[in-house]
């Protein structure tokens, strides 16, 4: 059984920085790509980031570009979410996710999903 576990999150001034990961178990995910979302009060679940199952490429919302990096360590089974910059607006529980397509931008293209961890950005 496939688990995707995210921790990392937590609450941060505007103009902070949080670094979040995103730990697989129970399969290596290397050859699936994997992505955040995240999901405001309110407001449906949107996409952040997506790293191909390599490593090498990688996509981003524009809302984070430039401000977010996303990567991926293989031998750990793990994805990371560098955030700066942050916003009062980048408020909302993250969630990873693993997809067997290249660089997948919608939800329904994942196949697991962690539980999500909450980031609050305090203005």
């Known amino acids: 059984q496939v688990q995707l576990v995210e921790s990392g999150g937590g609450l941060v001034q505007a103009g902070g920085s949080l670094r979040l990961s995103c730990a697989a178990s129970?399969?290596?995910?290397?050859?699936?790509?994997r992505g955040w979302f995240r999901q405001a009060p309110g407001k449906e679940r949107e996409f952040v980031a997506t790293?191909?199952?390599?490593?090498?490429?990688?996509n981003y919302a524009d809302s984070v570009k430039g401000r977010f990096t996303m990567s991926r360590d293989s031998a750990k089974n793990t994805v990371y979410l560098q955030m700066n910059s942050l916003k009062p607006e980048d408020t909302a529980v993250y969630y990873c996710?693993?997809?067997?397509?290249?660089?997948?931008?919608?939800?329904?293209?994942?196949?697991?999903w962690g539980q999500g961890t909450q980031v609050t950005v305090s203005s």
């Open positions: 790293i191909d199952r390599t490593g090498s490429m990688t």
């Open positions: 996710a693993a997809s067997p397509g290249r660089l997948p931008i919608k939800s329904s293209e994942y196949n697991y």
């Open positions: 129970g399969v290596t995910l290397s050859v699936y790509a």
